[in-house]
Every structure is written in C-alpha cells, then in structure tokens.
C-alpha cells in the first residue's frame, strides 16, 4: 500500500511537471499566473495546504474537477469552484483572468485559448491581438509624450497663480489692517461732526419751532388747513420743481421719529404715505396729517383740554378730513373753499399721470396758493448750520468709503483663500482650468463643464439652463486619483433626487468635452480630455508594469 501511494505521487508530480515544461516556465498548474507560482508547490510530503488555510489536501486533488476549499484556489483549471479565478496567459499579448465557471464552457475566453480543451480548436490570436495593442501604446505614449509637454505648461503657469495668490494675500493683508486704522480714524471724525451737526440742527429746529408756533396761532379754522399745509409745502419744495421729495424731508429734523439725530430716507417716506415724492395736493391730503402733530408737539401748541366752544372753533389739526366730518355746518368761506378743492382734485384725478410727469405743476390750487408763493420763503439753515451739515455729511461719506473698500478687500480674501482650498493637483497642473468653461452639443442639450465649478445642461431651442451639480471633490481611486471629478448638489429631478455629474477625464492634447451620457435618472457622465491628464512618468510605470506582466 506504502508503494502504490508513492507511485500516485511520483505520478501527479511528473505530471506536473510534464505540465509546467508544456507552458515553458516555472512549474505551476493550470489557471495559475506566473505570480502565485510559488503558492502552489507540493510539499515533502505530497501534501498541499489551500491559500485561505483551511484545509490540506494532496498535492493531486488540485484541478481535479473537485472543490475541496472553501476558496476555491485548488481549482484553478477547471469550472468546480464557483470563486475560483483562471489565468489566461496570453504569451504575447496581455494576460487576464477570468472567472472558473468560463472554463471549459465551450467559448473561447482567453487569447491563447487556455481556457478550453485542444479539442474545442481555439485559435492563438494572441501575437495579432499583442501587435495590435502594442501600436496603441506606442500611439499612447507618444501621446502622453507630447501632452506631457503641455502639461508642463500648465504646471509652470498654476505654480506662478499660487505664488500671485498668496504674494496678493499678503498685499491684501497689510491693506485690511491700514484701512482698519483709517477706519478707526474716520469714524471718530464722523462722530465729531454730526455731534456738531446735532447740536446746530437742534438750536435751527428750536427756531423752527418758534416760527411754526407762531404760524399755528394763526390757524384756527379748519379751511386754514390747506393754507397751512402749502405753506410747509413750499417750505419743504426748496429746489422749487413742485414736489416735495424723500431728500426734502430728510433736512427737517422735526421728523426724525426715533430721535436718534438723522431723518432716514424710511422715516421721510412714511410722511410722503410711502412715497418718494408728491406734489402739492398729495401733500395736503397724505402729507400733512402725519408731520403737522409732530410739528405742533415740537412747538409746544398740544394744550389741556379746553371748554367745549373752544374745542369747536379750534378741532384737531392732525387729520383735516376728520375735522370736516365733525362740523356739519360749514361756513360760508370754508364752503366755498371745500368746493374749490373738490373741483381740482377731480380735474387732476382725470390726469393724475400727466400731472407727475410736469416739470413745473400748478400749485396754485384754491386761495391760498398765489399768496403763499408771494410771501412765503422756502425754509433754509443758516449758512453755519448748512456747513455743519456738509461736513457731517463729507465725514460719513468718507467713513463708507473705507468701509466699503474693506468689505472689497475682505471679498476677495475669501476668494483667494476659497482657490487654495481646491485640490489644483500635487504641481498645481489642475489651476489653469479653474475658471475656463467648455460646451458639448448633442441632438437635445448643450451640455457645460466648468471645472471646479459648476456643471449644467441646457435645451438646444431656448430654455433654462438648469444646474447639474457643483464642484465636490476628486474620486479617483489609488494613483489614478486625478482622473475623475464628482459635482454633485445639483438642481432636483421631478419626483427624483438631486442631479450630480461624474467628469471621467482622459490624456488629450487639447481640453474638450467627448461625450455625455445619463445612464441612470439624474447622474450625469462627461468624458472630459485635457492635457493636464498627460502624465507621462505615471504612463510609463503602467506600461512597465504591464510588460513585465507580459
């Protein structure tokens, strides 16, 4: 019995080894590569351990048609094992592996048509196929070769935009600190002039007072109303074009609701009824209502209660419409008055449009208007109180002025430091398409990359351009990192996620956009080629690689 085992094993290892002799280099079994060579050779004592460690087997039992591991690796020639994988040699050309259950399976899967028995007549088309591939490389590495030329290019220029970048980061830091001291600077002297202008607005607005207090004595009947509030209105129309505007209002400190020293453009449009200019009718009936309480409250005429026969003779001036309505029986005059007014504002209801267009519009309504333009001046500050104004205004306008070009600064701060966050490559070969878009037309869309940007598609006929996804990062795997591009956080599909795009980019000597795809709903596919893909050391180690393969 010893013997006879003996001769089994002298007998599969010769014939093993008449096998490794047909293939003409290191002994191995069928479907094995050259690489795992060494992983099956038999032990002293005939015995073989499968590669995952979990059982050993005699040396014979390997492809014998039988899966004795869990793993499959002892049958590397035949179709038993389910995980095994088989080495197609391809002497002349590239080898492949493939999986175990195309072995035998009557199709010829390798080259060489290792795969399958002589009697199945695969032909060796091998050294056809190797020629073939071999004028591609060459083709490719002269390729590369000249891309390599312009990628160097584009290294040189990304190498000199990171240095521009950062030597402007730094010019653009010694700015921001200079204008933050002038900052500092300017709005002290901002502080110093509107003081100065605070307290000439305020001793101008005491005058003021006196002078309205002095005209509202005077106003004790309610068809005075339209006297008194034309009487403001030229006041305030002092560029005399008759309307009273925003800017207007902004001058009378009376209105400054908040009293914080500034009449803002909102507080001026709350008493134009949200206007930004009206002309003398709107002013009397929106205007005027509004900024005579607070005149009167700024000139001290808010009195006690007083006997009812008084309160009849003087009603409240602050709506003139209300006091019309609580006095049933107008006078005579203020009859007379009331229907004058009527007349003009339906006369000026049937053009409202043409009268704001006017350069010069009649404000002479009614009575009162001719005489108010004869005997009233518009109001004015005195020449020192306008001087502090204009140096209070100069101060603030000099103050913007640096807060603006500090916001300039800081804008384009955030630009720079946002560029040297992005991944330009490890020679910055990557930059010079930062900011450079390319178009790709098919029968439907315009399709656009922007790299490290934005994607985006676009009908042919006129439509929207809708965004398909912006700029996330590189997912290339192991050495070929740089070869794909993912931009996701696109617009939404109907019904469907968010777009994004993969951009698979290849060696080319001019960069261009070859093709789109979608190949699943709202995942986009661009073959993008550039020169700065041109790495010719990478292709070279690949192409060594694969000979020594070979």
Not at 26 to 31: A, D, E, H, W
Not at 438 to 467: H, I, M, W
Request: hydrophobic share 30%.
């Amino acid at each position: 019995m010893h013997q006879t085992n003996l001769q089994l094993i002298l007998l599969a290892i010769l014939t093993y080894t008449l096998n490794a002799v047909q293939c003409g280099e290191v002994p191995r079994p069928r479907g094995v590569s050259l690489a795992k060579a060494a992983l099956y050779q038999p032990q002293a004592d005939g015995k073989w351990s499968c590669l995952d460690g979990s059982k050993t087997i005699p040396f014979t039992q390997i492809n014998d048609d039988y899966c004795d591991c869990a793993d499959g690796s002892d049958e590397p020639g035949t179709s038993a094992c389910p995980l095994a994988q088989f080495h197609c040699t391809n002497k002349g050309h590239q080898p492949v592996e493939i999986p175990s259950s195309l072995v035998q399976d009557g199709i010829c899967d390798c080259c060489d048509g290792s795969d399958e028995l002589p009697a199945v007549g695969c032909a060796n088309t091998c050294i056809e196929l190797g020629a073939a591939a071999a004028i591609k490389r060459r083709n490719e590495a002269e390729l590369h070769k000249r891309g390599a030329e312009k990628r160097q290019e584009m290294i040189t220029r990304g190498k000199q935009m990171k240095a521009d970048r950062s030597a402007r980061r730094s010019e653009l830091n010694a700015r921001i600190k200079e204008q933050e001291s002038l900052k500092v600077e300017k709005e002290q002297l901002k502080h110093n002039a509107e003081a100065l202008e605070t307290e000439a607005v305020e001793a101008f607005k005491e005058q003021q007072r006196e002078l309205d207090a002095e005209t509202a004595q005077a106003e004790q009947e309610p068809q005075q109303m339209r006297v008194e509030a034309s009487l403001s209105f030229v006041r305030y129309d002092t560029n005399k074009d008759g309307f009273v505007e925003v800017t207007e209002l902004m001058v009378d400190m009376n209105l400054d609701r908040d009293r914080n020293g500034v009449v803002t453009v909102e507080e001026a449009r709350y008493f134009l009824d949200e206007r930004d200019r009206v002309d003398l009718d709107a002013f009397v009936t929106l205007a005027w209502p509004r900024i005579k309480p607070l005149k009167m409250l700024a000139d001290g005429l808010f009195q006690p209660p007083q006997a009812p026969v008084e309160e009849e003779e003087l009603p409240q001036a602050a709506d003139v419409e209300g006091a019309e309505l609580h006095n049933p029986e107008p006078s005579e005059e203020q009859a007379d008055l009331e229907t004058a007014a009527a007349g003009e504002e339906e006369e000026e209801g049937e053009d409202d449009e043409d009268q704001y267009d006017d350069e010069e519009p009649d404000v002479g309504v009614g009575e009162a208007t001719p005489e108010v333009e004869t005997t009233t001046a518009a109001p004015a500050y005195d020449p020192e109180t306008q001087r502090l104004i204009e140096q209070a205004n100069e101060a603030r306008n000099a103050y913007e002025e640096v807060a603006r070009q500090i916001r300039e600064i800081e804008h384009e701060v955030k630009e720079i430091d946002e560029q040297e966050g992005k991944d330009y490559g490890p020679h910055e070969e990557w930059a010079v398409l930062d900011g450079e878009c390319y178009t790709y037309e098919d029968r439907e869309y315009v399709y656009t990359l922007c790299p490290f940007d934005r994607v985006s598609q676009k009908p042919r006929n006129g439509g929207a351009e809708t965004t398909l996804g912006r700029w996330e990062q590189w997912i290339g795997e192991g050495a070929s990192k740089y070869s794909r591009q993912k931009y996701a956080q696109g617009a939404a599909c109907w019904n469907g996620p968010q777009r994004s795009a993969i951009i698979n980019i290849k060696c080319a000597m001019e960069p261009r956009i070859t093709a789109v795809s979608e190949p699943n709903r709202c995942e986009y596919f661009y073959e993008f080629e550039t020169p700065a893909a041109c790495d010719s050391d990478a292709y070279t180690a690949s192409a060594q690689s694969m000979h020594d393969e070979l």
